[in-house]
T-cell receptor, first 115, second 112 residues
Framework: AQSVAQPEDQVNVAEGNPLTVKCTYSVSGNPYLFWYVQYPNRGLQFLLKYITGDNLVKGSYGFEAEFNKSQTSFHLKKPSALVSDSALYFC?????????????FGKGTKLSVKP | DADVTQTPRNRITKTGKRIMLECSQTKGHDRMYWYRQDPGLGLRLIYYSFDVKDINKGEISDGYSVSRQAQAKFSLSLESAIPNQTALYFCATKQAPTDGYTFGSGTRLTVV
């Protein structure tokens, strides 16, 4: 069965410092991986995805993520955090076959960036 | 106008009542989804549809039903609402299997 784990409920970072939000996955075959962000009282917004190709994927708002097949991870990163990055972040995965394109979401990680 | 519109934005209803949540989209996407979000549980799939004649159950479909009235409209019904259906409900759309979802702004439902 496919699954995704976000091991940290909350990540605290000082503004200007680099940030990492962790995600690990379990899926048969090569995974499709996604990151979404949810600001308060808003729907989820797509940040980036990995389907195939370069392991380093760049997305919206200066975020990037690195696909690591040996560690089954897809951590979200940003070199310099902003207070406005404070939000809830979700990692999602789907298997390339058999899941009809449906995504399985992690439980979310709350990112808090302090001035 | 938003690409994916959900109505109502907030709703309080009583136990046992029937309630419908509506979703419409202007993206022209074939695939539409209903998820619920609970704190600490992430998003869980309720139902999904690939076209008006294709409806599929998701992970947590019990107590829910859906209707795909047109390509652009996908509604979720709670036949007899119960308090543990209190949650934030999201509609999402996409076109291709490798696409990311486009989400609506959500409906916050409270069952008392």
């Amino acid at each position: 069965a496919q699954s995704v784990a976000q091991p940290e409920d909350q990540v605290n970072v000082a503004e200007g410092n680099p940030l990492t939000v962790k995600c690990t996955y379990s899926v048969s075959g090569n995974p499709y991986l996604f990151w979404y962000v949810q600001y308060p009282n808003r729907g989820l917004q797509f940040l980036l995805k990995y389907i195939t190709g370069d392991n380093l994927v760049k997305g919206s708002y200066g975020f990037e993520a690195e696909f690591n097949k040996s560690q089954t991870s897809f951590h979200l990163k940003k070199p310099s955090a902003l207070v406005s990055d404070s939000a809830l972040y979700f990692c999602a995965v789907r298997a390339p076959r058999g899941s009809q394109g449906n995504l399985i979401f992690g439980k979310g990680t709350k990112l808090s960036v302090k001035p | 106008d938003a690409d994916v519109t959900q109505t109502p934005r907030n709703r309080i209803t009583k136990t046992g009542k029937r309630i419908m949540l509506e979703c419409s989209q202007t993206k022209g996407h074939d695939r539409m989804y209903w998820y619920r979000q609970d704190p600490g549980l992430g998003l869980r799939l309720i139902y999904y549809s690939f076209d008006v004649k294709d409806i599929n159950k998701g992970e947590i479909s019990d107590g829910y039903s859906v209707s795909r009235q047109a390509q652009a409209k996908f509604s979720l019904s709670l036949e007899s609402a119960i308090p543990n259906q209190t949650a934030l409900y999201f509609c999402a759309t996409k076109q291709a299997p490798t696409d990311g979802y486009t989400f609506g702004s959500g409906t916050r439902l409270t069952v008392v």
